[in-house]
């Protein structure tokens, strides 16, 4: 198989006419006859030969891979028969001869002293904040608890009423009953079921390095969630593992305040069917605000919540539409979605579910019980070229000030003032 033409000229190109051996320093090319004026010395020299047979034959590599550039060093004559001869092979290895193609390739380019072949205006290097859509758990519940449950199904389990705002989440796990409340206390919100004198009590940490311990922990926490986007008055869609605003009554659009990323207060759209912009009709679908939220373990005792913003669609504001039907549409929507875009949908979602306040608060009863969201954007340093001007939109609403209230209420040093509402409850078909 010969050696492609396109390799043979990055070869000569990168040898600059030279030897590659070590103070060889020989001109591959000297002047010949009128009838051909160039004679050719140089010899393209393979480092593992073409054939398995050959010197250095025996590398894995395939037939294309031993006649590219890489595996090629232009010699002259005496050289390429030296590093071949037999006597020469434990000599003139491998990995000696792509070093020395390596340094001879660098030091002909730093002869030569040419002009790099990179546009000579880059942009300049900025050191700038990036964000992301992870919020950082600042508190999670110090223990959880397990007791034997006489109900067989979730839907069995009704949990009795606790001071106002205190959250009840549980899963049910092989007969037992888990939950972040004490269920040794015979007042507890499960004792109804539970046998309280047989309850285990563990540290919640301790479930994080066993796989099938952790899913159930997480479990637990999306049960959590289901309580809080129930009382912020979202829709669980089972089916794609998000939540979502639903009109307050059929055919009226929606609307919620919020602290944006560059203003006080303001008002976005949650439900609403788009218009045609030619004429100003109603197209027949509507859009819906919706959030994929999840919990991450990311490293060691160390837990984040993922805000992912979507958009759900449905026929006339309740009735879903197959995917199939409208995926190519919220896909085109969703890739319109710049840098400062995307960041306002995180910076909405953060906004309404922590309430325009420091953190989202899931209270489970007891201060260092209670699970803690910081709504201050994730964020790292990096050094690179920066945004084009064009979607560099500056903005500042990133942190928000604790104030009395909010204050307290992470302290635990008084009850969270949470209104009791609909939790996004269902025993068969929650977020696992």
């Known amino acids: 198989m010969a050696v492609p033409v396109a390799q043979q000229r990055k070869l000569t190109q990168r040898s600059g006419n030279i030897c590659a051996f070590p103070e060889c320093g020989l001109?591959?090319?000297?002047?010949?006859?009128?009838?051909?004026?160039?004679?050719?010395?140089?010899?393209?020299?393979?480092?593992?030969?073409?054939?398995p047979n050959g010197p250095r034959g025996d590398a894995p590599l395939t037939p294309e891979e031993r006649n590219r550039?890489?595996?090629?060093?232009?010699?002259?004559?005496?050289?390429?028969?030296?590093?071949?001869?037999?006597?020469?092979?434990?000599?003139?290895?491998?990995?000696r001869l792509q070093a020395m193609k390596e340094a001879h390739e660098q030091r002909i380019e730093r002869r030569l002293g040419g002009r790099s072949n990179v546009p000579s205006e880059l942009p300049p290097m900025v050191n700038d904040t990036v964000y992301s859509n992870v919020l950082p758990v600042t508190q999670m519940p110090r223990y959880l608890y397990g007791a034997p449950c006489s109900a067989g199904r979730e839907n069995e389990v009704r949990p009795a009423a606790m001071s106002a705002g205190t959250m009840t989440p549980f899963i049910l796990r092989e007969g037992r009953l888990w939950a972040f409340q004490d269920l040794r206390d015979t007042s507890n919100p499960f004792a109804d079921v539970v046998a309280c004198t047989e309850t285990e009590r563990f540290s919640?940490?301790?479930?994080?390095?066993?796989?099938?311990?952790?899913?159930?922990?997480?479990?637990?926490?999306?049960?959590?969630?289901?309580?809080?986007?129930?009382?912020?008055?979202?829709?669980?869609?089972?089916?794609?593992n998000r939540y979502y605003f639903e009109p307050e009554a059929a055919g009226v659009e929606r609307s919620v305040p919020y602290r944006p990323l560059n203003a006080s207060r303001a008002t976005r759209s949650v439900v609403w069917q788009p218009k045609k912009r030619a004429t100003g009709e109603a197209r027949n679908y509507w859009l819906h605000r919706a959030v994929s939220l999840r919990f991450f373990l990311i490293g060691d005792n160390q837990w984040c919540l993922s805000v992912r913003p979507e958009l759900r669609v449905t026929s006339d504001g309740f009735e879903s539409i197959?995917?199939?039907?409208?995926?190519?549409?919220?896909?085109?929507?969703?890739?319109?979605?710049?840098?400062?875009?995307?960041?306002?949908?995180?910076q909405f979602w953060r906004d309404f579910l922590g309430r325009s306040t420091p953190r989202i608060f899931f209270p489970f009863g007891t201060d260092r019980q209670n699970l803690i969201v910081s709504t201050s954007l994730s964020s790292g340093q990096v050094r690179w070229p920066g945004i084009p001007a064009e979607h560099d939109m500056p903005f500042k609403n990133v942190?928000?000030?604790?104030?009395?209230?909010?204050?307290?209420?992470?302290?635990?040093?008084?009850?969270?003032?949470?209104?009791?509402?609909?939790?996004?409850e269902d025993a068969e078909e929650t977020l696992r």
């Open 27 to 51: 001109l591959l090319t000297a002047q010949g006859t009128a009838e051909d004026p160039v004679v050719v010395l140089g010899e393209m020299a393979h480092i593992v030969a073409e054939s």
């Open 69 to 95: 550039y890489e595996n090629l060093i232009l010699l002259c004559n005496q050289h390429h028969q030296l590093i071949d001869s037999e006597g020469a092979l434990a000599k003139y290895t491998v990995e």
């Open 204 to 240: 919640t940490n301790e479930w994080w390095t066993d796989p099938d311990r952790l899913g159930w922990y997480v479990a637990l926490l999306n049960r959590s969630l289901n309580k809080l986007t129930g009382r912020l008055g979202l829709r669980l869609d089972h089916d794609h």
């Open 322 to 346: 197959q995917a199939k039907y409208i995926g190519r549409q919220v896909t085109r929507k969703k890739s319109r979605l710049f840098n400062h875009d995307l960041l306002g949908e995180v």
């Open 399 to 424: 942190e928000y000030v604790d104030d009395l209230f909010t204050w307290v209420e992470a302290g635990g040093l008084g009850e969270d003032d949470d209104p009791a509402g609909e939790d996004n």
